[in-house]
């Protein structure tokens, strides 16, 4: 599926957005924002599973209503998906947490019957002196005790059930999220982790004074190279490169999918300089290996990156920092791509 979330930054946003509008128009669907969601992915990526099952039902003459639209959204949008996983994982711990508290309240009343047991019992001794009644209050009491044990018993085994299974939809909802902030291509942070994270590292930053660098990398001729192998061998080549910087992101570093073949690195407590360093291991690494494609063999030829930096300047904006590292990467890119440039010198050289 083509990345919609990317397309949508850029230049041709408003031409897939006309569009996607001019296709529900044709097809008679409401231009609801859902709707509007569902044929954006359409128009980018008219092969794709959402298109493909659109397409699937209109030729069968099925109205694209609201309820189908969320059924639709639910099977092929992430975030519907992640939506209804939530809501799934929250509805299961209400029944849970209802369910113990039925038990709670039956130990309690259990316990209650027990105390008014112990009362009478205290009473009546207090009274009798025959034997036989004593011997029938204390088996009255030794049944009661019993009850009352084999509650706590049951309620302990349910505490326990209930503790594992809330613990097992505390992790489940924890893989959630992590899926939600993970891009699936690359493995590494989707864009709007890395945008959650450059806020918090940036606020951290301003907070205790550390240096904090921002890194921008984007893959050279990635286009023409995708033009020319197809877009599975294009998804290796971007899965090659985000690899390498994963190896080079260990926390508190962080390494993400900006969109497209454009990476970003977060540097916390580091330099430029240091930082600069590192992006020139990184392109190094990129392009000393020979790709083949995985397919056929066939030699694909080296592959290299371009790369941009900037550290933040105290009370800096973190638009201003992301302008400040893409112009360094653009400055790579427009002197002949397959190197490092720091917002630095362009800044000197300006």
């Not at 709707?35 to 954006?40: D, I, M, R, S, T």
């Not at 019992?121 to 088996?139: C, G, H, N, Y």
């Not at 990184?282 to 995985?294: D, N, P, Q, T």
């Not at 030699?299 to 009370?315: F, H, K, M, N, P």
Request: hydrophobic share 40%.
């Amino acid at each position: 599926m083509a990345d919609v979330e990317t397309v949508l930054r850029g230049p041709e946003s408003y031409a897939m957005a006309r569009k996607a509008i001019d296709a529900m128009e044709q097809n008679e669907v409401w231009p609801t924002a859902l709707n509007f969601e569902l044929w954006l992915h359409v128009v980018a990526d008219p092969e794709g599973p959402i298109a493909r099952e659109i397409q699937r039902l209109m030729t069968l003459g099925q109205a694209i209503t609201d309820t189908l639209a969320e059924e639709l959204a639910a099977t092929y949008l992430p975030k519907a998906r992640l939506n209804e996983q939530i809501r799934n994982a929250g509805d299961q711990l209400s029944k849970e947490l209802a369910t113990v508290a039925k038990a709670i309240e039956h130990a309690q009343k259990t316990s209650e019957q027990y105390g008014n047991t112990l009362a009478g019992a205290s009473k009546e001794l207090s009274e009798q002196t025959d034997t036989l009644q004593i011997k029938r209050l204390v088996d009255t009491l030794a049944s009661a005790t019993r009850r009352v044990q084999r509650e706590n018993k049951s309620l302990e085994k349910r505490l326990s059930e209930s503790t594992a299974e809330v613990n097992r939809l505390k992790d489940h909802l924890e893989q959630v999220r992590r899926d939600a902030s993970t891009d699936s291509l690359t493995n590494l942070a989707n864009r709007k982790a890395f945008d959650e994270e450059l806020g918090r590292a940036c606020a951290d930053a301003e907070t205790s004074g550390e240096p904090l660098t921002l890194a921008l990398i984007d893959i050279d001729h990635f286009k023409s190279f995708n033009d020319t192998w197809g877009h599975q061998t294009g998804d290796q080549v971007i899965r090659y490169v985000a690899s390498v910087m994963g190896r080079m992101a260990p926390p508190p570093r962080f390494a993400a999918r900006y969109g497209g073949e454009e990476f970003a690195m977060i540097f916390p407590g580091e330099t430029a300089h240091a930082v600069e360093q590192v992006l020139e291991e990184i392109r190094e690494e990129v392009s000393s290996r020979m790709l083949k494609r995985r397919s056929t063999n066939e030699d694909l030829g080296t592959i290299t990156v371009s790369a941009g930096l900037a550290q933040r300047a105290a009370r800096e904006t973190i638009h201003a920092l992301l302008e400040r590292a893409d112009t360094a990467l653009y400055a790579s890119k427009r002197t002949g791509r397959n190197r490092v440039t720091n917002a630095e010198a362009v800044d000197a050289a300006a």
